[in-house]
C-alpha cells in the first residue's frame, strides 16, 4: 500500500513538473510567433522613406501593387512607416536623395536571396537534384513571377492560362496545341512538375508511374492481371514509367497517336 502511495506521490510530481514546463515552452513558443520573423533588407546609410515615395517615380509599377499578393506583407502599424516597397529593396532615402540610379537600392532580379528572406522552402527547393538554374545564376525569380502584381505569376488571362504560359516561354515545344491533347495539361504544368525543383527527373512531384496513377485508376482482375482503363498493363509497368516504356512517348500531347506515342 506504502509502495503504491509512493508511486503515486512520484507520478503527481512528475506530471506537475511537465505541466509546468509545458507552460514554459508554450509561452515561449507564443512569444515568438509574435514578432517579426525577417526584416526589411538594409542598405548602407540609408532610411526608409515609405512606398509613397516610390510611387513618386514608379507609378507604372505601384499602381497594380495594391491588389498584389506582397502587398500584404506591408508594415503599416502607428509606429512604422508604409515599407512595403522597401521591405524587398531594402532603406530608399539614398535611392531618393541620387534620383534613383544603379547601386544606389536592391534589385531582386538580379538575386534571389532577396525573395529567399521569406521564401525559405524555395530555397531549399532549388538545392534539390533537379531545378531550374536560378541558384547558378542562369535565371532569376523574376522570370517567371511579378512579385508587383495579383498572384505574382507571369502571363495574362486566368492563373491558370498565365500560369501556363509562364512556362510556355521556355517550353513551347511541350505547350503547344496537338491533334490529341493530354488532358492532365488542363490542370496546368504544375499539376506534374514543380518548378523549383524536386528529387525526380524532369521536376516531376511523383516518380514514375505513380505519378500517372494520380488520375489512371488501376484495378487487377481476378487472374491477377493488372489493368489501367480498358488496356492490360500487366507487362508495361514492368518496363519503366509510362513515358519511358515505348508506350506514352509524348505525355504533354501527340499529333499522331490518341496514345501519346511520337
Known amino acids: 500500500m506504502k509502495k503504491t502511495r509512493f508511486a503515486f506521490f512520484k507520478c503527481w510530481i512528475l506530471t506537475g513538473i511537465l505541466s509546468a514546463w509545458s507552460i514554459l515552452v508554450i ?3 507564443s ?6 520573423v525577417t526584416a526589411p533588407l538594409s542598405v548602407p546609410g540609408a532610411n526608409y522613406v515609405g512606398s509613397a515615395e516610390c510611387a513618386t517615380c ?4 505601384t499602381k497594380h501593387f495594391a491588389d498584389a499578393a506582397h502587398s500584404r506583407l506591408i508594415a503599416s502599424t502607428d509606429n512604422s512607416k508604409n515599407t512595403g516597397c522597401e521591405s524587398c529593396h531594402g532603406a530608399g532615402s539614398v535611392h531618393v536623395d541620387a534620383g534613383g540610379g544603379a547601386g544606389t537600392i536592391i534589385n531582386p532580379q538580379k538575386s534571389p536571396e532577396t525573395c529567399f528572406q521569406c521564401h525559405l522552402d524555395k530555397r531549399a527547393e532549388f538545392r534539390l537534384a533537379h531545378s531550374h538554374p536560378v541558384l547558378s545564376g542562369k535565371m532569376s525569380c523574376t522570370d517567371c513571377h511579378d512579385p508587383h502584381k495579383r498572384d505574382t505569376i507571369k502571363g495574362g ?3 491558370l492560362a498565365s500560369a501556363n504560359a509562364t512556362c510556355a516561354k521556355c517550353h513551347a515545344a511541350q505547350s503547344k496545341p496537338h491533334a490529341f491533347e493530354h488532358q492532365a495539361m488542363r490542370e496546368g504544368c504544375t499539376f506534374c512538375h514543380n518548378p523549383h525543383g ?6 516531376l512531384k511523383i516518380r514514375n508511374q505513380v505519378l500517372c496513377l494520380q ?4 484495378r487487377r482482375d481476378t487472374a491477377g492481371n493488372l489493368f489501367i482503363g480498358r488496356f492490360n498493363h500487366t507487362s ?4 519503366g514509367a509510362c513515358w519511358t516504356s515505348g508506350c506514352h512517348e509524348a505525355p ?6 490518341p496514345s501519346l506515342r511520337y
Open 58 to 61: 514608379h507609378d507604372s509599377i
Open 252 to 257: 504533354h500531347g501527340s499529333n499522331v497517336s
Open 198 to 203: 524536386t528529387v525526380n527527373a524532369k521536376m
Open 157 to 159: 488571362g486566368t492563373q
Open 215 to 218: 488520375c489512371h485508376a488501376q
Open 236 to 239: 508495361s509497368v514492368q518496363r
Open 31 to 36: 512569444t515568438n510567433t509574435t514578432r517579426q
Open 27 to 29: 509561452s515561449c513558443v
